[in-house]
T-cell receptor
Framework: QKEVEQDPGPLSVPEGAIVSLNCTYS??????FMWYRQYSRKGPELLMY????GNKEDGRFTAQVDKSSKYISLFIRDSQPSDSATYLC?????????????????FGQGTILTVHP | GAGVSQTPSNKVTEKGKYVELRCDPI?????LYWYRQSLGQGPEFLIY????????DSGLPNDRFFAVRPEGSVSTLKIQRTERGDSAVYLC?????????????FGEGSRLTVL
């Protein structure tokens, strides 16, 4: 079983829809949670970054983390055709006893999203 | 340049050959990472450099893979005796030191095909 599970989709929605993307994980040491967006033949770009549990909102995007359930979500409101991409969840543990960490991320498989006009 | 630069963007080689992939990180970023992304999968961690030294190489799959960063800037990922299973996109990322674990800036990747 993978440490991070993500439904690969594909997911197809009409423009303006609310999109919900999810990941589950098994490693209770994960404390940093991220969502990356990856366009075809491009590198991933960071969308949202959350430390520990809670919600974070940035424009049309909302990230939620529920550590008790080991479950994270990304919501996209008023989805646009330009949102069509692969969405990757990623997480990492605190790897340094000095209170810092580095980018040793564990990614989900990615969910392919298409928003059609 | 403004972003992470990777060369070549595409590399086709034959089984058993030696390959080098180059990464030029964002200026001033002390941390550099290599990830590998197979088709339909998320990226997998290979190695992390802090400055010139490899601080964590636990993701390198075997001793055919090696990476260097001799002057603390450009890094080269080297693959010896390539195998068909090495075919993937090799992603490089950089970040400022101690600025959170998720704020990685990725390049567009080097797509390696081993025939």
């Amino acid at each position: 079983q993978k440490e991070v599970e993500q439904d690969p989709g594909p997911l197809s929605v009409p423009e303006g829809a609310i999109v919900s993307l999810n990941c589950t994980y098994s490693n209770s040491a994960f404390q940093y949670f991220m969502w990356y967006r990856q366009y075809s033949r491009k590198g991933p770009e960071l969308l949202m970054y959350t430390y520990s549990s809670g919600n974070k909102e940035d424009g049309r995007f909302t990230a939620q983390v529920d550590k008790s359930s080991k479950y994270i979500s990304l919501f996209i409101r008023d989805s646009q055709p330009s949102d069509s991409a692969t969405y990757l969840c990623a997480m990492s543990a605190l790897l340094n006893a000095g209170g810092t960490s580095y980018g040793k991320l564990t990614f989900g498989q990615g969910t392919i999203l298409t928003v059609h006009p | 340049g403004a972003g992470v630069s990777q060369t070549p963007s595409n590399k086709v080689t034959e089984k058993g050959k030696y390959v080098e992939l180059r990464c030029d990180p964002i200026s001033g970023h002390t941390a550099l990472y290599w990830y590998r992304q197979s088709l339909g999968q998320g990226p997998e961690f290979l190695i992390y450099f802090q400055g010139t030294g490899a601080a964590d190489d636990s993701g390198l799959p075997n001793d055919r893979f090696f990476a260097v960063r001799p002057e603390g800037s450009v890094s080269t990922l080297k693959i010896q005796r390539t195998e068909r299973g090495d075919s993937a996109v090799y992603l490089c990322a950089s970040s400022l030191h101690r600025v959170g674990s998720g704020e990685l800036f990725f390049g567009e990747g080097s797509r390696l095909t081993v025939l």
